[in-house]
């Protein structure tokens, strides 16, 4: 007995998908033709590979191509080089729209998260002089004989204040102390001022200037073009017009 012709003999596309062994041919030839997507299998090995699917699962080929969407033929050649020819990358305007929104963004987001890092630098600063200011009525009282420290390197080996804030440098801001010691007719003072370590460009860290005296009041100075320069002690006052105090 001969086996079923194409022609008179066999199934229609619907009576194969109900077919249990057919469904389990499709799935296996559906994951090898992925498989041969993303790896680029040769077109003659994907062949062999589906045509040894086909007779393990006793499915007649030339039915597959019947029910199958994808691109097999009736000769059982895949077209599996066609395939890969067939999927198209980004365009070039695809990739330029993309740079575009990206320039947007980054135009946008950058500035402010500058700004906030400045904002952020500048309240930390207006806390060190505080620290400072702190540590050198500290100073005066135990180590100093009635006199402030000289530098914040003496307020740092003293332990009055954090290693990182005794050298001088902390959150892009650079701290210089001046003191006066005692006289037969002054008493003992000191300023403390704090500038951004990079008042300018893109890597500024702060755009105002600080100081402190004795008295503890803390001034901020906006002038620009003093930005980045160490304020006296007589400048750091409110005869200074460029200063003003901070709540």
Request: with cysteine; proline share 4%.
């Amino acid at each position: 007995m001969t086996g079923p012709s194409l022609e008179t003999d066999a199934p229609t596309p619907h009576q194969l998908i109900k077919n249990d062994m057919f469904c389990h041919f499709y799935d296996k030839i559906s994951f090898l033709t992925r498989f041969a997507h993303v790896s680029n299998l040769p077109a003659k090995l994907f062949d062999q590979y589906r045509l040894r699917l086909a007779a393990a699962s006793g499915t007649h080929f030339e039915l597959i191509a019947m029910t199958r969407r994808t691109p097999i033929f009736s000769n059982g050649r895949k077209a599996g080089n066609q395939v890969m020819k067939d999927q198209n990358g980004f365009s070039l305007i695809e990739l330029l729209i993309v740079v575009v929104i990206i320039g947007l963004i980054a135009a946008i987001a950058v500035p402010n998260f500058l700004s906030s890092r400045r904002a952020a630098n500048e309240a930390s600063a207006v806390t060190s002089l505080r620290v400072l200011h702190g540590a050198q009525m500290s100073y005066r009282n135990t180590l100093g004989s009635g006199n402030f420290a000289a530098a914040t390197g003496d307020l740092g080996t003293a332990n009055l204040i954090d290693g990182e804030l005794g050298s001088g440098t902390k959150s892009g801001y650079e701290f210089v102390i001046t003191a006066n010691d005692t006289t037969a007719t002054e008493p003992a003072t000191f300023s403390i001022s704090a500038v951004p370590s990079s008042p300018s460009g893109i890597t500024q860290t702060g755009v105002r200037n600080f100081c402190i005296r004795t008295e503890g009041v803390i001034w901020s100075e906006s002038d620009t073009a003093q930005l980045g320069t160490h304020n006296t002690y007589t400048e750091c006052s409110e005869s200074n017009p460029t200063m003003r105090a901070l709540q």
